[in-house]
């Protein structure tokens, strides 16, 4: 038996449902494509998917996962196929609803660029179809976090040690304990906020006294 991801066999094109979502980051093309091409970084940055495994394999990866969305489990081979040319890519999924997901970067005339993700499902006409609860509600969660982490690696990227905290470590933590944290910085600033103005206050009163 191969190692290697398969592509899903007796997929009919024709017969596909595409959930889309873009966004539009003040960076260069170029570069938006390289980042986009650590996949494991992309997808650990899905608020949404909480990923126990990762392993990689030739032609692609294969992937244990939560998805908070579906509440469902993830357990697939990935094929991953990048055209530089064109800047995309293509990940398809062995196994699960989601047939692929394509990541495209295009130019944005001189506005920086244009990331495009397309997920790709087979058609489901009926509402009622119990694989309705199987299609992922992360995308558009998912891109809004891709283009935060941009726009603030590119506010906050001179501090050191910012691109591993924020591009490592953080997302190496599942969702949850990701917020947590978040949380806890938050909590930790506005007390030190907070004890700023008391000592203000309390430094104006001993001038005025």
Known sequence: MSDEPAARAGTDTAREDCARAETQVPIDADAMFEFVSDIERLLRLNPHL?????????????????????????????????????????????????????????????????LVVTERYPSIEDPQDPRVADVDRSLIPWVNAIRRHLLDRKRWGWLPGYDWWAGRFMPGMPPRQRRIVRMIIWISVLEFVVFLFVAAIFWLERQGG
């Open 50 to 114: 909480d990923i126990e495994t990762w392993q990689r394999m030739p032609g692609g990866i294969r992937l244990v996962a939560q998805n908070e969305t579906t509440g469902r489990r993830i357990e697939t081979a990935v094929r991953i196929e990048t055209t530089p040319a064109t800047r995309s890519i293509l990940l398809s999924y062995a196994d699960g609803l989601k047939r692929a997901t394509t990541l495209g970067v295009e130019g944005g005339d001189g506005q920086g660029c244009r």
